[in-house]
């Protein structure tokens, strides 16, 4: 994919959040490379699973809509989905970086038999609100292969409570302010669990971080709008 496609994609952020209308969300799939990312995309847009690796380059585009319902409003969004599956290998850092711009939504991956993946994971989070030009934005904190849990072929894994503390961590840390929460979940693209489910949760806090966002800029307005009104009717 050339770098004009990319920066060109990337400004298509739908700003406001209406039942009906179509949200354009541009994530990005993060994390080591080898941890599953590509493997876990295909999976979700019904192109099967391969057993080889064979490594992304710079990064792969695809899109995917889906209609949430969500509880809080009441209402049903409809989310058209711009995926940026990012190459993870080192090698691509470069080129990678210019993919993260205008993302409002991140698949942060860790493979849960691979520690030092689990380490890194904080780097690829830092690199995606330092680029994405919007900040702190959700992200789903995705440990992959658990088709792999317990197999002692395998015998170094990270365990679901470092992911959940993990997840629990940062939610602390920004849900009063950016109006999300981060979760955790373990994925199989190979057995296909909770494939569909992590799309769905990323969705669901993207609306909330949405409507969040929406809600403190309204009020903002209205205080502004009450001030005036206060400092006029006081000449
Ligand atoms: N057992 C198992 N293997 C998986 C799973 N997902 C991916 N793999 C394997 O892991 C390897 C790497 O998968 P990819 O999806 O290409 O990894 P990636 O994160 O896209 O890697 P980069 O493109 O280099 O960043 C492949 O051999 C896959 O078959 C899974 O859910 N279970
Ligand atoms: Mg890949």
Request: hydrophobic share 35%; net charge positive.
């Amino acid at each position: 994919m050339n770098q004009r496609g990319a920066s060109r994609r990337a400004t298509s952020r739908s700003t406001s959040l209406r039942p009906g209308a179509k949200l354009r969300a541009k994530i990005v799939l993060v994390g080591d490379g080898g941890v599953g990312k590509t493997a876990l995309r295909r999976s979700w847009l019904g192109e099967g699973f391969k057993t080889e690796y064979l490594m992304t380059i710079g990064a792969d585009f695809a899109s995917q809509e889906l209609s949430l319902y969500y509880p809080e409003t009441k209402s049903t969004y409809d989310i058209k989905f711009q995926i940026w599956d990012l190459a993870g290998q080192p090698r691509f850092k470069a080129v990678r970086d210019l993919y993260y711009r205008g993302a409002i939504g991140a698949l942060c991956f860790f493979d849960i038999t691979n520690q030092e993946s689990y380490m890194n994971l904080v780097e690829w989070i830092q690199s995606y609100w330092a680029l994405n030009g919007h900040g702190k934005m959700p992200l789903l904190i995705v440990g992959s292969k658990c088709d792999l849990r317990d197999n002692p072929a395998f015998p170094t894994q990270v365990s679901a409570r470092y992911g959940k503390e993990y997840a629990a961590e940062l939610t602390k840390l920004l849900k009063r302010k950016y109006g999300f929460e981060v979760h955790y979940m373990e994925t199989s693209a190979k057995d296909n669990i909770n494939v569909d489910e992590a799309f769905k949760v990323l969705a669901r806090e993207i609306i909330r971080a949405t409507i969040f966002q929406e809600k403190l800029r309204n009020n903002r307005k209205t205080s502004q709008k009450k001030m005036l009104t206060d400092k006029i009717r006081s000449r």
